[in-house]
């Protein structure tokens, strides 16, 4: 790692500290600083802006860095893995096994909190996955990036349109609680969410790092990879398995969010250069900072109300990414 | 080449004509009634042959039939048939001019952008069928502009710029999607929910008319087109001696596959997989080199009303959309063709 490089990570790292403290002072209630720093230092449970602070702001904040982290070294490595510009997290299923598994858990369970559903997310999104990553065979050749993508988006449509039935066919209070997931929203998630999130993005980005050499030698292609020594097999499946949970976790924490995931890569690419060891961490910062921003955004746009993360960050992404492509040769294009 | 072949001349027009390709159509055509005659003669009100075709030759003594067949299932047969046949052919130029089986309109992020007016007509005017047909019309042909003039750097629009763009697009449109059914009151939030699941129910005479126009306008267009396109599928440059011009032919056909499009959303919301599918099942079945148009339509056709009829008769008390009936068939026969295809 050259030592501009290792700036620019702590310049990144700098960056996203500054983002998070902003998603603490900013909100739809004005907080004032010293206010805030006392709620962290040493809480009053009788002071109302201390409560709206360490309830709500600390954990959105976590959340929100912690999911965008984990959407952003997943779309890395599996951009990696497909050598396909276009590939995100979505495209294994993901958004589609944890949305049934959610709409599941509300029908048949009646529950009503997101800690509760979030188990069964990440169980769809993780199950879903697992059934793409059969079909697409991506075990025993792991060679046909385009089987892998056709298995994911099969699944995709038949488990979307299942939910759709189900969804029609049940009381408007199930397709209240869909529409709210779906949104992609950090509002109304407690520290219990965090507490599931991030023990996932932990694990996977250790299992991220590890694999980040052996990307290199896949994202050359499969043959030339093989060539290198790599086996290519192992590193497929072991890939396949950090991205779903890395994936799984993020979507059944906060809904599906899009593009954040497939933005995030290409930016790291452009000032990283082709490095995985580089691209993974730099994607991470990046998708965080992007989440974060949506998610403060989302709160001051629309004062008093809020407009999700997920919403404001698929608006916004979609232009950059438009600009994206016009200025610069995107992998494989 | 495959398949015989015979070219009909009149003067300076010709057209090849493949009797295997006629045959096809002519079965296509068969399977097509019998499946009208299936939708109209049963249900909670069954009707003999004998008195359907009464009732649609004007001499039908059973008021309430008549009430049923020219209110409730001639309106949606129609609907159902004109929107498949726009799909189909829609399909079948997309496939051609992208030169591959999963071109479809969804990728340009048509369907999202069509999607989009017809749900701000729904969430903010709470607007009828008419109003959301013609809005989901006109958003659709915008977005796809959209698409164009944004691809094109260089006097071109490039095949894989085309698609990041649309893929773009898309994204954008349907993160404002999303927006509009979540900030909206529950009640039209739904409706629009209903919408863009893709339904054949409640289709009046107002729904048949746009799809039939858009289709029997169009359609000619496109069959003019076909010719041209196949000659597109030896390389530009070849075609170009043949002295077709190729970013016309383009163009045109592009155009004319999303105006098809467009209409049978407007029609019947968002329905996914008819245009993929129908034009390789008909090229599985012909054996023609190029997706000939007018079986491609046909095919279209019978695979909507064929849904239709199993989410009608099938599904019992269970609302089942078609759009997503056929989103659910469609995933399947992807996935079966997974387990089908063996190792490579």
């Known amino acids: 790692m050259t030592r501009g490089r290792r700036f620019w990570l702590a310049f990144g790292l700098a960056v996203l500290l500054l983002v998070m403290a902003a998603s603490l002072a900013v909100g739809s209630r004005h907080i004032p600083l010293p206010v805030i720093l006392d709620a962290l230092r040493q809480p009053d449970p009788r002071n109302d802006l201390h409560l709206i602070v360490r309830e709500l702001r600390v954990p959105r904040t976590l959340l929100a860095a912690l999911a965008g982290a984990a959407l952003g070294m997943a779309g890395a490595m599996m951009q990696a893995l497909t050598r396909n510009p276009l590939a995100e997290p979505g495209l294994l299923g993901i958004n589609a096994g944890a949305a049934m598994a959610v709409v599941l ?25 697992a059934v793409v990553v059969l079909l697409g065979r991506a075990h025993d050749t792991g060679s046909d990036p385009i089987r892998l993508v056709l298995a994911g988006a099969g699944l995709s449509v038949v488990l979307g349109a299942l939910t759709g039935i189900l969804v029609l066919n049940a009381p408007l209070e199930l397709f209240d609680a869909l529409r709210k997931w779906t949104a992609g929203s950090m509002e109304g998630r407690g520290l219990d969410v965090a507490a599931v999130l991030a023990p996932a993005v932990l694990a996977g980005g250790l299992l991220a790092a590890g694999l980040a050499g052996n990307l290199n030698a896949i994202a050359l292609g499969q043959d030339l990879g093989r060539t290198l020594g790599v086996r290519t097999g192992r590193v497929w499946v072991l890939s396949c398995l950090t991205v779903m949970l890395l994936a799984g976790a993020a979507t059944a924490a906060v809904g599906p969010v899009g593009f954040v995931g497939l933005l995030a890569p290409h930016a790291a690419r452009i000032i990283c ?8 961490p730099a994607s991470g910062l990046i998708a965080a900072f992007l989440l974060l921003t949506a998610d403060i955004m989302g709160r001051v746009l629309a004062r008093p109300e809020e407009i999700a993360a997920g919403i404001v960050a698929a608006i916004l992404g979609g232009p950059f990414f438009i600009i994206l492509v016009r200025r610069f040769r995107l992998v494989g294009s | 080449m495959n398949g015989s072949f015979r070219a009909l001349r009149l003067g300076s027009l010709s057209v090849l004509f ?55 299932r ?42 989009t007016g017809a749900i701000v007509q729904i969430v903010m005017f709470g607007a009828g069928p008419l109003a959301t047909a013609l809005a989901a019309m006109i958003s659709g042909v915008a977005t796809a502009a959209a698409v164009f003039l944004l691809s094109r750097k260089g006097g071109s629009a490039g095949g894989q710029r085309l698609v990041l763009v649309g893929i773009g697009i898309g994204a954008t449109l349907s993160g404002l999607n ?26 009046t005479w107002w729904h048949v008319l746009p799809a039939n126009m858009g289709f029997l306008l169009i359609a000619p267009i496109a069959c003019w087109h076909g010719r041209r396109l196949s000659l597109l599928d030896m390389g530009d440059d070849m075609a170009r001696q043949l002295g077709v011009a190729t970013e016309k032919t383009r163009l045109v056909a592009v155009l004319a596959a999303v105006s098809l499009t467009s209409v049978a959303t407007a029609a019947a919301g968002p329905i996914t997989f008819v245009a993929l599918a129908a034009p390789q099942l008909v090229r599985r079945l012909t054996r023609a080199p190029e997706i000939p148009m007018l079986p491609a339509a046909l095919m279209g056709s019978v695979l909507l009303l064929a849904a239709d009829l199993l989410s009608q008769r099938i599904a019992g008390n269970l609302v089942m959309p078609i759009g997503l009936t056929t989103g659910l068939l469609g995933g399947l026969y992807i996935l079966w063709l997974l387990t089908r295809t063996g190792r490579r």
Not at chain 1, 273 to 280: A, E, Q, S, T, Y
Not at chain 2, 75 to 88: C, H, I, Y
């Open chain 2, 74 to 115: 001639l309106p949606r047969l129609l609907t159902g048939a004109f929107v498949g046949a726009s799909l189909g052919m829609a399909g079948a130029m997309f496939q051609s001019v992208a030169r591959n089986p999963l071109g479809s309109p969804d990728v340009i992020g048509f369907t999202t952008g069509a999607a």
């Open chain 1, 105 to 129: 858990g509300i029908a048949l369970f009646e529950l009503s909190d997101i800690a509760g559903y979030v188990w069964f997310g990440f169980a769809g999104a993780g199950l879903a996955g």
């Open chain 2, 178 to 203: 999303t927006m509009l059914v979540v900030m909206g009151n529950l009640d039209r939030a739904m409706a629009a929910q209903v919408w863009l699941a893709g339904s054949l129910n409640m289709r």
């Open chain 1, 273 to 280: 250069g082709p490095d995985h060891r580089l691209i993974l």
């Open chain 2, 18 to 72: 493949r009797p295997r390709v006629a045959l096809i159509c002519a079965l296509l055509f068969m399977v097509l009634l019998a499946l009208a005659v299936l939708l109209m003669g049963t249900g909670t009100m069954p009707l003999p042959v004998a008195e359907l075709l009464a009732i649609l030759g004007g001499t039908g003594d059973n008021p309430a039939a008549e009430q049923i067949v020219m209110r409730v």
